[in-house]
């Protein structure tokens, strides 16, 4: 009697083990710990669990549901220290998760009837038990790919916490529906034609959500692709911009080309007369002219060079000091798009922090450095008024509600490429430091170290 209960519990826990492989495909890109320590740490928690939680079903008859739920609650929360997602993220994929998990349960329900039409829930069978077990495996297998190769591009790049809440509500809702649904005795799933209509509605409602989660998907991706377009668009206007200072450039090059003709007529009466003062106003004058007129060159990349000197004009009309060495590695091997969003976000909540100080307080200390050939650090440092917002997962935005955009722009894109980001403050400066990957040929400690002198 008691093995049996043990046998026929076992099973409905060690499908948290088929649980948590759903819930880190989605999250493949964002784990904090490689794929084999992440399985070995699942397994060192979830077997002895899965055990020892079906040894106390049998011995004391405690429900299963009564053991399984506040656990289920604890592993959201064991959860959410192995993968960098932020809460509404991490919670909407657990839930989904949870929910997919409840329709084995059902079906389970149904074919447990068919064995035992006198039996209930509270009698679940071993046999059905291995049936629900083995409905498991088959949807993690039939939702891995699209979770990897689909959602996980969503997961990486979409940060917005009403659009995961929304998902949120609507996979509880199923979630809910099917927890009140079991059947406590088998003699009600008898009844009439509803031995076939319980498991028929189950299938129907399983489609109706993965057709949800089919048509979140497309819509998440519309999202995000219009917004990649928009921020080429932006991008382009940049580079217009800057193509357009070249262009007056080089006419007021040729401007002073032609003009130097009557400096030197001008030096050579000057020297004449023996005025080496006036020479040497001249070709100061001459030199601020042509310092004033020549566009800095940051870096080799022309979408990146433009994005610099955009801030920078910026951060000028702002009177804010700028202190910046760039040191970008050639040939370049980032994304154009993933560089444009980490120093755009750096630099506008950079020069945003500094306008609320004083305008002789004003300064925005920016270095990039390749160091050991394979790793890119980039270090900023700006003055701001001291004023933040900070909870538990991260920097909250002081314009809006919520975490603040750019920084979690800033923290992906650094952990999109093997890197890291670490963002802190003191009472007058923010602080942002990102190290990035370039080869992952060699191992390297990613760890961010004061290797590059911080000036301000």
């Known amino acids: 009697?008691?093995?049996?209960?043990?046998?026929?519990?076992?099973?409905?826990?060690?499908?948290?083990?088929?649980?948590?492989?759903?819930?880190?495909?989605?999250a493949k890109n964002q784990m904090k710990y490689s794929p084999a320590k992440?399985?070995?740490?699942?397994?060192?928690?979830?077997?002895?669990?899965?055990?020892?939680?079906?040894?106390?079903?049998?011995?004391?008859?405690?429900?299963?549901?009564?053991?399984?739920?506040?656990?289920?609650?604890?592993?959201?929360?064991?959860?959410?220290?192995?993968?960098?997602?932020?809460?509404?993220?991490?919670?909407?994929?657990?839930?989904?998760?949870?929910?997919?998990?409840?329709?084995?349960?059902?079906?389970?329900?149904?074919f447990d009837s068919f064995l035992h039409p006198t039996a209930g829930a509270a009698d679940f069978?071993?046999?059905?038990?291995?049936?629900?077990?083995?409905?498991?495996?088959?949807?993690?297998?039939?939702?891995?790919?699209?979770?990897?190769?689909?959602?996980?591009?969503?997961?990486?790049?979409?940060?917005?916490?009403?659009?995961?809440y929304a998902t949120v509500?609507?996979?509880?809702?199923?979630?809910?529906?099917?927890?009140?649904?079991?059947?406590?005795?088998?003699s009600t799933l008898h009844t009439g034609r509803m031995y076939w209509l319980f498991p028929l509605f189950e299938a129907c409602a399983l489609a109706v959500l993965t057709m949800f989660y089919t048509?979140?998907?497309?819509?998440?991706?519309?999202?995000?692709?219009?917004?990649?377009?928009?921020?080429?668009?932006?991008?382009?206007?940049?580079?217009?911009?800057?193509?357009?200072?070249?262009?007056?450039?080089?006419r007021q090059t040729a401007k002073m080309r032609h003009d130097f003709r009557h400096s030197l007529r001008l030096l050579s009466a000057l020297a004449e007369k023996g005025d080496i003062a006036s020479i040497r106003t001249h070709l100061v004058e001459y030199e601020t002219s042509l310092a004033q007129n020549t566009p800095v060159n940051y870096c080799v990349n022309a979408?990146?060079?433009?994005?610099?000197?955009?801030?920078?004009?910026?951060?000028?009309?702002?009177?804010?000091?700028?202190?910046?060495?760039?040191?970008?590695?050639?040939?370049?091997?980032?994304?154009?798009?993933?560089?444009?969003?980490l120093f755009g976000n750096l630099m506008e909540n950079a020069i945003a922090g500094c306008r609320t100080v004083p305008e002789d307080s004003r300064y925005f200390c920016l270095t990039t450095q390749v160091r050991h050939g394979n790793r890119l650090y980039v270090v900023s440092t700006n003055s701001f008024d001291g004023n933040v917002q900070k909870g538990k997962d991260g920097y909250h935005s002081?314009?809006?509600?919520?975490?603040?955009?750019?920084?979690?722009?800033i923290a992906t894109v650094s952990e999109k490429y093997g890197g890291q980001a670490k963002i802190s403050h003191s009472n007058r400066e923010f602080f942002v430091d990102v190290v990035l990957k370039i080869e992952t040929?060699?191992?390297?400690?990613m760890k961010i170290t004061p290797e590059i002198r911080r000036t301000t």
């Not at 509500?169 to 927890?179: A, D, K, M, P, Q």
């Not at 040929?441 to 400690?445: F, G, L, R, T, Y």
Request: hydrophobic share 50%.
């Open 1 to 26: 009697m008691i093995l049996g209960k043990f046998l026929s519990a076992l099973p409905q826990f060690l499908i948290l083990l088929s649980a948590a492989i759903s819930c880190y495909l989605s």
């Open 398 to 409: 002081t314009k809006q509600s919520g975490t603040g955009t750019g920084l979690v722009s």
């Open 169 to 186: 509500t609507l996979s509880s809702t199923f979630l809910l529906f099917n927890i009140l649904a079991v059947p406590l005795s088998y």
């Open 303 to 341: 979408a990146l060079n433009a994005l610099f000197a955009y801030y920078r004009e910026m951060a000028v009309s702002a009177k804010i000091d700028t202190d910046w060495h760039i040191d970008l590695p050639d040939p370049f091997p980032f994304s154009e798009l993933d560089m444009a969003a």
């Open 125 to 164: 069978s071993p046999e059905a038990a291995l049936f629900r077990f083995g409905l498991s495996t088959l949807l993690l297998a039939a939702f891995a790919l699209p979770a990897t190769r689909k959602f996980s591009w969503v997961v990486d790049r979409l940060h917005s916490p009403k659009v995961w």
């Open 215 to 250: 048509l979140f998907y497309q819509i998440a991706s519309s999202i995000l692709e219009q917004a990649e377009l928009k921020e080429r668009a932006r991008l382009l206007k940049i580079q217009a911009r800057q193509y357009r200072t070249l262009q007056e450039h080089i």
């Open 38 to 110: 992440t399985g070995a740490l699942c397994m060192t928690v979830l077997l002895p669990y899965s055990v020892g939680a079906a040894a106390l079903h049998a011995l004391l008859n405690i429900d299963v549901n009564l053991i399984l739920f506040p656990f289920l609650v604890l592993s959201f929360f064991l959860y959410r220290r192995t993968v960098y997602l932020d809460f509404p993220c991490s919670l909407a994929i657990y839930v989904g998760v949870c929910a997919i998990e409840t329709f084995p349960v059902q079906f389970a329900y149904a």
């Open 441 to 445: 040929s060699e191992k390297h400690d």
